[in-house]
């Protein structure tokens, strides 16, 4: 495997299903198939999981006794993250951050605050809505609070400047789905990703082209505009390949 010399903790069923949607398939004339990343099986699932994966593996080769993370209200990393440092048995802060304008208490209060609150993290707030450094600088200011107290704790960073260790989970997913798509004999023309921080991407497409597979892959973004979100892929598809030494 492309990624065994990283220190990484079991946290996903996997491999994950790769399924035919035969309706919309059918709707539109042509073969569409799924990997099913929802049944990572981790708190609901998700793609979150294979990259937490990675990021534990290496706060606790380092270690790190505590995560801290950062994300939106509703994010499903900050759900994910707060799941993960319970079954590896780390204590968990996260930040919430005020990045959209909605004040219905259904958004701050259910889905995934909710549960984070009954996993029991320590919760706080960002007040700014789209500031990546600030919102990591302030979990690094508490990382040194905690530091003074005699905790060792291990930031996962939101900005693109950071090592991305969690798009590892997506190198390691390409060859998953190489694997299956060999063994059950269909040969795709595209792929298409979800693209947010970029790791997904990044890393999942890092890996094909690692595993010599030329297949175009194609990225639909949840929160930026095309330019900006190809500049963080570049940018973060480099810093995978510098650490993977590739
Ligand atoms: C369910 C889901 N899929 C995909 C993404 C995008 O993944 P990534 O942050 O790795 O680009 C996100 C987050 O933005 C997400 O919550």
């Not at 605050?113 to 990591?136: N, Q, R, S, T, W």
């Not at 003074?148 to 090592?163: D, F, Q, R, W």
Request: a negative charge.
């Amino acid at each position: 495997m492309l990624t065994s010399s990283f220190p990484s903790v079991n946290l996903s069923h996997k491999p994950t299903p790769l399924e035919r949607l035969d309706n919309l398939s059918d709707d539109y004339q042509t073969n569409i198939w799924i990997k099913r990343d929802d049944c990572t099986g981790l708190a609901f699932g998700g793609n979150k999981s294979r990259q937490l994966e990675y990021y534990i593996g290496h706060a606790k080769s380092l270690g790190a006794d505590t995560l801290l993370t950062t994300g939106a209200i509703q994010s499903n990393h900050v759900r994910m993250t707060v799941a993960a440092a319970r079954k590896t048995n780390m204590d968990v802060e996260v930040q919430l951050e005020h990045r959209v304008d909605r004040d219905q208490v259904e958004y701050h209060e259910s889905g995934n605050p909710f549960l984070v609150k009954i996993m029991g993290a320590k919760i706080h707030y960002y007040a700014v809505g789209e500031d990546e450094d600030g919102a990591d600088q302030a979990m690094i200011d508490r990382a040194e609070v905690l530091k003074a107290e005699g905790k060792n704790p291990y930031v996962i960073p939101l900005s693109n400047a950071n090592t991305p260790y969690g798009a590892l989970g997506y190198v390691e997913a390409a060859e998953e789905t190489l694997q299956q798509l060999e063994s059950m004999g269909i040969q795709p023309e595209r792929f298409i990703v979800p693209t947010g921080s970029a790791s997904t991407h990044a890393g999942f497409l890092l890996g094909l082209r690692a595993c010599g597979c030329q297949i175009p892959v194609q990225g639909i973004c949840v929160r930026r505009d095309a330019a900006s979100q190809k500049k963080r892929v570049i940018t973060k598809i480099q810093s995978v390949s510098k650490l993977m030494n590739l």
